[in-house]
């Protein structure tokens, strides 16, 4: 059995008092589930209060970005020993909004990807197509383009340490959700990708989430598809309740 994955991705909210507010009432409704993971997406500022906050927690705070160079001149970036040194789990790479508004590439998606797992940083790696691609029925082929790129770039033993995050963009922040069906579809294609590349028992193992307007309302119907593992949650992570209520599908 597969764990379930729940990941607030907060993009750009909060300062770092509203996140510490959203730690400390998180804290006294959430209790930890048997074989669900669940992690926060924050904004660089708030991670290292957010990793105090949720100390002795099972909640796991990732980073929205990580750089492929350990330093150097790379202004605005953040590189991965700066996450290590506060105790950062995950690294949210590849979002459609970096690949819309900040260049991010698969080339360097895979790069981040790579640096990440060089310091035990588990990336979340988003893939998924725009209205355009699925309209004209491109999207199994963009989505192909798009995992090949890091899965054929990583060792099985690699691969087995990344979750992969599907979203796609007609389904972020719009209210319009994937249908059940869509987002199992693109997920088992996935699946069935890694199997190719990896193997059966990496296959079995990967952990995949569907991103894209999860809120309480379709959490069930979405998590309990057989290859969506969890979610990368975006604007209904922001409240407490609400996210907790889709971590409790
Ligand atoms: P929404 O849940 O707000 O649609 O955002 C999804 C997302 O982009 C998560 O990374």
Request: aromatic content about 10%; charged content about 25%; glycine content about 8%.
């Amino acid at each position: 059995m597969r764990k379930k994955f729940i990941c607030g991705n907060w993009k750009m909210y909060k300062t770092t008092a509203s996140a510490l507010e959203f730690a400390e009432d998180f804290k006294k409704i959430y209790k930890p589930k048997e074989g669900i993971e669940v992690a926060i997406g924050a904004p660089f500022t708030q991670l290292k209060a957010l990793k105090e906050a949720f100390k002795g927690t099972e909640v796991a705070i990732s980073s929205q970005n990580i750089h492929w160079e350990d330093e150097g001149a790379f202004t605005g970036e953040i590189s991965a020993p700066m996450l290590k040194e506060i105790g950062v789990d995950y690294a949210i790479i590849g979002h459609s909004e970096r690949r819309q508004y900040f260049g991010e590439t698969d080339e360097t998606v895979c790069k981040r990807a790579l640096k990440a797992l060089e310091y035990g940083i588990l990336p979340i790696i988003c893939v998924g197509e725009k209205l355009e691609e699925r309209d004209a029925g491109t999207h199994f082929d963009l989505v192909r383009r798009q995992c090949e790129y890091f899965l054929d770039r990583m060792t099985k033993e690699q691969a087995a340490c990344i979750t992969i995050a599907y979203e796609p963009i007609w389904a972020i922040g719009t209210g319009r959700t994937a249908s059940p069906e869509q987002a199992e579809e693109m997920c088992a294609f996935i699946r069935g990708m890694a199997r190719e590349i990896h193997g059966h028992e990496l296959a079995d193992k990967l952990i995949i989430q569907y991103g894209g307007s999860v809120k309480p309302a379709n959490a069930h119907e979405l998590l309990t598809q057989p290859d969506i593992d969890g979610a990368l949650v975006g604007g209904a992570s922001l409240k407490p309740d609400d996210f907790l209520a889709i971590i409790n599908y």
